[in-house]
T-cell receptor, first 115, second 110 residues
Framework: DVKVTQSSRYLVKRTGEKVFLECVQDMDHENMFWYRQDPGLGLRLIYFSYDVKMKEKGDIPEGYSVSREKKERFSLILESASTNQTSMYLC??????????????FGPGTRLTVL | QKEVEQNSGPLSVPEGAIASLNCTYSDRGSQSFFWYRQYSGKSPELIMSIYSNGDKEDGRFTAQLNKASQYVSLLIRDSQPSDSATYLCAVNLYNNDMRFGAGTRLTVKP
């Protein structure tokens, strides 16, 4: 079974703090993703990575950065947290991007509250 | 037009009935189609993937894909209260360009 883990289930931070969210997958997947999910807006892609040290912007990268130093680990960084970044953050991974191997498996999510 | 559209619901069916969930997508080049189930406060879990036109069955679940009509559906037979959740339709255009619908909330009443 694919296992994707995230460092925290719940996190409370203050405005202006630097926040690190970590994600680890144990299936040797090439691709890793960070989404945020908000009521009425669905899942929105922040960043994804298709290889170590490689990253691509998603739909809403502003205010976020990412790091992938090892294949199994993908970090999301909020450089200076703001209240509008309060959300559920979901990490996912997939083997490859082509049909047949592009199923994304999700971690349990981190509910981040920025005060 | 949204890239992936679902009826937000809520859809309510009695226990034992068939629940039918629908999804349309805008890009004809889409190659992969997925249904995820998401319980409140939890992350999405994969129910089914489908890549070719036609039906794909897995237990009580059947996914149907019609690329000509740009339509994908999920049927849940013998619905159970434990099936009550939000169902997300996802479409992969090409090489990691995955788009999610907003989800349909299903309630199965005992």
């Amino acid at each position: 079974d694919v296992k994707v883990t995230q460092s925290s289930r719940y996190l409370v931070k203050r405005t202006g703090e630097k926040v690190f969210l970590e994600c680890v997958q144990d299936m040797d997947h090439e691709n890793m993703f960070w989404y945020r999910q908000d009521p009425g807006l669905g899942l929105r892609l922040i960043y994804f990575s298709y290889d170590v040290k490689m990253k691509e912007k998603g739909d809403i990268p502003e205010g976020y950065s990412v790091s992938r130093e090892k294949k199994e680990r993908f970090s999301l960084i909020l450089e200076s947290a703001s209240t509008n970044q309060t959300s559920m953050y979901l990490c996912a991974s997939s083997l490859f991007g082509l049909a047949g191997s592009d199923t994304q498996y999700f971690g349990p999510g981190t509910r981040l509250t920025v005060l | 037009q949204k890239e992936v559209e679902q009826n937000s619901g809520p859809l309510s069916v009695p226990e034992g009935a068939i629940a039918s969930l629908n999804c349309t997508y805008s890009d004809r080049g889409s190659q992969s189609f997925f249904w995820y189930r998401q319980y409140s406060g939890k992350s999405p879990e994969l129910i089914m993937s489908i890549y070719s036109n036609g039906d794909k069955e897995d237990g009580r679940f059947t996914a149907q894909l019609n690329k000509a009509s740009q339509y994908v559906s999920l049927l849940i037979r013998d619905s159970q209260p434990s099936d009550s959740a939000t169902y997300l339709c996802a479409v992969n255009l090409y090489n990691n360009d995955m788009r999610f619908g907003a989800g349909t909330r299903l309630t199965v009443k005992p």
